[in-house]
Nanobody, 126 residues
Framework: VQLQAFGGGSVQAEGSLRLSCEAS????????VGWFRQTPEKAREFVAA????????YYGDSVKGRFDVSRDNTKNTMYLQMRSLEPEDTAVYFCARNRRLWDAAAVYSPDEYNVWGQGTEFTVSS
């Protein structure tokens, strides 16, 4: 039962990158899934989430207009397309599954997620 994030690395500022989160051994399509990020200096921060059917995306204020979240339930995979990257986006990115089936009551707090992946790290250099 796991989530695994992929796609980290190093990118120049203003560049683009896509992260993937693959689910195995657990139900994926019935849940909202989300992305969070964390640095040593900050608490885990909400980045984006997407409803179980892909109809409703949610974004943190710092990434609105630059990041796009999507999912393919046939592949048990969620994506995070990032563009106009800034050094402040440097972090370890985690994907997570919301604790509530179907429509999530809340998506912005990490406390609302009970299945977490290992995280993937990327660095944005100026």
């Amino acid at each position: 039962v796991q989530l695994q994030a992929f796609g980290g690395g190093s990118v120049q500022a203003e560049g683009s990158l896509r992260l993937s989160c693959e689910a195995s051994g657990l139900s994926f399509y019935r849940y909202t899934v989300g992305w969070f990020r964390q640095t040593p200096e900050k608490a885990r921060e909400f980045v984006a989430a997407i409803s179980w059917n892909g109809d409703t995306p949610y974004y943190g204020d710092s990434v609105k207009g630059r990041f796009d979240v999507s999912r393919d339930n046939t592949k048990n995979t969620m994506y995070l397309q990032m563009r106009s990257l800034e050094p402040e986006d440097t972090a370890v990115y985690f994907c997570a599954r919301n604790r509530r089936l179907w429509d999530a009551a809340a998506v912005y707090s990490p406390d609302e997620y009970n299945v977490w992946g290992q995280g993937t790290e990327f660095t944005v250099s100026s």
